[in-house]
Structures are given as structure tokens and as C-alpha cells.
């Protein structure tokens, strides 16, 4: 009703902010998030406007590829199985373990650790195909005695994303 009624999304937006308070995210309010979480969909068009790519293909991240290879799907950075003798599966699943590329790259990677796959993948597209997914990339943060740091470095960058991207969204 906001939008047919002339009020357009300014309003929408002054409504809530008046009824949350705030229109942020703070890297907190990620934890325990996981791929069905309104954030994640909100990543997924933070991530898209600011140019993220599939890190083998270099082809944009957007729901309209079709075919297996090239079909957008999300990928777990620290694969399950990876993370399965030391993590629960919710911690595997959390929203920032996740991120967006091609079916035919996540086949590619399997189940191999990021300590594994990350090093050939930036030399071949660079960090910055990383960084478009607020990816961490030190080798240091890429051990699973690592994952819960890594999982907080990244959360810090999602939310700064995020931020970003709502704050272009109403400006």
C-alpha cells in the first residue's frame, strides 16, 4: 500500500526505521544467519552490485545463467566435510561460510579445504574476485582451526557491504 499510495519508497524506508530504529546490520546480527535468511538474499544483491564474479569463469554473479556450468549456486567456503569432525552443520551453514558462484566451479572445488583451492583460484582471477564477496584470502584465516575467526573477518565485511549497498539504495 506505501508504494500505491504515492508515499513511494522514502516512506517505506522512514517506517523502518522508525519501527527497527536503525537501517544498519552490525556483523553480529549475521551470526547463526544461514541460506534462508532475508540477509542472504539481501548479500546476494550486495554482492551482484558491486560486480561480484564466479571466481574461475569471471562470468557476473546473476540469477538468469542457465545450463549446468554456468547456473548460480551458493557454495560453502569451508565445505562440510571439511569442517564435519570439528563443527556442527548449522555452524558449517552459517551465512558466512557461504558464498555465490558457478555450478561447474562448485563442482570443481568439491570438498576441498580453502587452504587448498583459494591459492590457484587467485592466481588465476586474482583477489579481487574474492574480495567482491567479501572473502578473506590471508592463509592464515584459511585453516579450520581458523573458521571462527575467519567467520568474524568476514562478517565485519559483509555488514560493511551490506551497509553500502543500503545506504545507495535510499540516497
Known sequence: ATLKNGGGAQELI????????RLDIAPEELEGRNQRSALFKTMFLAFR?????????QVSI????????HKLQF?????????????????ADDIANLCFIAGNTNRQISDKAPSHYFPPMIEKSGPAAFEMQ???TAADLLSTERY????????IEIARRLNEF???AVT
Open 49 to 57: 552490485d558491486a560486480g561480484a564474479k564466479d571466481w574461475r569463469s
Open 134 to 136: 567479501c572473502i578473506p
Open 148 to 155: 571462527k575467526d575467519f567467520l568474524l573477518a568476514r562478517r
Open 75 to 91: 557454495h560453502h567456503i569451508f565445505p562440510k566435510a571439511v569442517l564435519k569432525n570439528s563443527f556442527t552443520s548449522r555452524e
Open 166 to 168: 543500503l545506504q545507495s
Open 62 to 69: 546473476a540469477l538468469s545463467h542457465a545450463g549446468a556450468q
Open 14 to 21: 522512514d517506517r523502518v526505521k522508525q519501527q527497527v530504529g
